[in-house]
């Protein structure tokens, strides 16, 4: 009953403090994609349509200065007097950041960070988590009952909804997905990667049916960093969860996505994604000991010069025209 009124004051203050603080102390915002692509199978509206992105991009562009990430806690901007500084950061490294994402930046000589998850991007495979999404929630009959192996706690579902309804992106579709999704993310790689291959055989998909569905390879991202506009960062090695992993098991995904990271782009990144946003104390002192100078988190919000430059907020971006993105800017964040 007095959740919206609560929520609202919440904003309010929220609000307020923040245009008191922008006065005085320098700050930035950061901005989160992840594909840019029309997607038939998107349960996490990761997708910004290629037109909308045109009109984000020159939008953003007269509203403010576009500095690369590692540049943007040298140039924080504070006071209502100047352009606000934004950076523009992609998520994992798929195939239409290239295809898609840079030409429209090039064009409005926009600069961006592509954070990749190495492993896949090595390995010429798809994210574990596209390929679930596809099998689950792409057209086609499913069995009505699925059970997984897991190493700790197998996975059962049995749900007579599925095996009786065609509808691809249905409510007992949903379900199972999400259900599938949570008991994945905990496992090791190489035991979540037994998993899928089942699942496929399962759900008779093999193969994603949107090939551009597809991270990049090695030699896109050579053909990405061509030209200077664009720079990468790691965000580690299997996209894992940090906060699930110990400490060396933490810094073994932060350092060899590093490595992996100069060895595809032939120099060292200087910048890094905790994968899901999620983070501890712990993640970042490993991030802070592999070298990196920025990471990100997915918590929306502003950077702020007097915090943890290994802590930065990010405002993920939707499937909105560049006029409502920048409106949202100004009269939120900006205001």
């Not at 910048?271 to 712990?282: K, N, R």
Request: net charge positive.
């Amino acid at each position: 009953m007095y959740a919206a009124p609560r929520r609202l004051l919440r904003n309010g203050k929220s609000w307020l403090w923040r245009g008191l603080r922008r006065r005085g102390v320098p700050h930035a915002l950061v901005l989160m994609y992840h594909r840019v692509a029309q997607a038939t199978v998107d349960p996490w509206q990761n997708c910004v349509q290629p037109d909308r992105f045109d009109e984000q991009i020159d939008a953003l562009r007269r509203f403010a200065d576009i500095l690369p990430l590692a540049k943007l806690p040298g140039s924080m901007r504070s006071g209502r007097g100047s352009r606000p500084a934004l950076a523009i950061t992609f998520d994992d490294g798929y195939a239409d950041n290239l295809t898609t994402a840079k030409p429209v930046l090039e064009r409005y000589q926009a600069s961006a960070t592509v954070f990749l998850a190495t492993g896949c991007i090595e390995r010429g495979e798809p994210f574990w988590w596209d390929a679930l999404s596809d099998a689950i929630l792409g057209p086609g009959r499913l069995p009505g009952e699925l059970c997984l192996e897991g190493r700790e706690q197998p996975f059962f579902w049995r749900d007579a909804a599925i095996d009786n309804a065609e509808q691809a992106n249905g409510p007992a579709r949903r379900r199972l997905h999400d259900a599938l999704w949570q008991w994945l993310v905990r496992l090791p790689d190489p035991e979540r990667r037994v998993a899928m291959t089942a699942l496929s055989q399962w759900s008779g998909q093999s193969a994603l049916r949107d090939p551009s569905v597809h991270p990049m390879s090695p030699q896109q991202v050579r053909n990405l960093l061509a030209g200077g506009l664009i720079t990468v960062g790691a965000h580690t090695a299997t996209h894992a969860r940090l906060t699930d992993l110990g400490r060396a098991e933490k810094l073994a995904e932060i350092e060899q996505s590093r490595i992996a990271c100069e060895r595809i782009a032939g120099e060292r990144p200087s910048c890094f994604a905790y994968p899901h946003g999620e983070f501890d104390d712990e993640s970042t002192d490993c991030v802070r000991q592999a070298g990196f100078t920025v990471a990100c988190t997915s918590e929306p919000g502003l950077a702020w010069a007097d915090r943890d430059v290994l802590r930065l907020p990010r405002l993920a971006v939707g499937d909105w025209s560049g006029k409502h993105l920048v409106r949202l800017l100004k009269w939120y964040w900006f205001a």
